[in-house]
């Protein structure tokens, strides 16, 4: 269902950032110079000791009714290996943790409020598992999954994996105006996401990339500044969760995407007669505006550099695959860590608060 808004008189000439609403997709829709976006949900139950869920499904389990999915998983639920080249992904974690190995050699385990930023550049194989850690407690994962563009000069870059920790991660709380807002890239209101990768599209500030999550109580409101570059940018708000919220005097639908004019600061508004909070996400940039030739994990420009990239993998597997097994998993109590370039990362304060993130 697709609503073609005409801009809203507010008040004095003032005019609704909102330029269209429409229904929800799975992948969400995605403006340039993003590619896809995707929200994990899942409510996994207890681990069987071995971190592991029921058999289900034939391989390709994303069942959108059911409590949990999956994916690709046969007992652990995840992604086991596969490639990727031509652009970035952003995972963006709110509740649960993401097994990573790569075809490169770096690892990690990261949740709970962490972000992973890797360029696929030239070429990657990464795995994502879902490990169930916990044995008498539910395993709940929340997290975002987003895919931003490379253009044509930085497709082929080497690779690049950086994490940011949750306890490094910008949060802004108001309980006075009843929002939360969590900055994973970019900057809004004064709050600065940690850097991207030194080719990433978003590491110039000029091309203005912001991601950003925000949670508005009912009864609460959050203002979305107008974009630096103004109309240059795009930018997509997603209202993913929650019951009722408005965009400056436009009504929006639960499980919508909202295009919207970037030049426009926006206020979010929840009546007080919501059932639960609304959250909602925002993706913004500068657009690339070069042609997109996308074959499944592989995104170029051109057809030609997509049957390039089949060809390559087959031929080199971008770089092979260290690991004995296509989906890692690592040892239950292993805790938060990020092995990057051969060296072992850890969260801040982590020596203090390892027995409780390894219970």
Known sequence: MLHALRPTVLSAG??????????????????????????????????DGQMRAPRRGNGADFNPSAEYRMYHGERVPGFPQHPHRGFETITATMEGLVDHTDSVGNAGRYGQGDVQ???AGKG????EMFPLVNDDA????????IWLNLPAASKMVDTAFVMHWAEDVRTVSDAEAG???VVWAGDCNGCAGQPPPPHSWAADPNNDVSVYFITVNPGGSFTIPPSKIGADSNRTTYFFEGDQASIDATEIPAKSAVTMDASIGATITVPSS????????????RPIGEPVAQHGPFVMNTREEINKAFSDYQATRFGGWPWPEDAVVFPKDKGRFALVDGTEMRPPGYATSRAKEDL
């Open 14 to 47: 003032t005019m609704s950032a909102v330029k269209k609403v429409e229904r929800l997709s799975f992948p969400f829709q995605t403006p340039d110079p993003f590619l896809f976006a995707v929200y994990h949900d899942d409510k996994y139950p207890p681990g």
């Open 117 to 119: 930023w890797m360029t």
């Open 138 to 145: 539910p395993n709940p994962l929340r997290l975002f999954q």
């Open 179 to 181: 929002y939360e807002l």
């Open 274 to 285: 919501a059932s639960v909070p609304a959250l909602l996400l925002v993706l913004q940039g």
């Open 124 to 127: 990657i194989v990464h795995g």
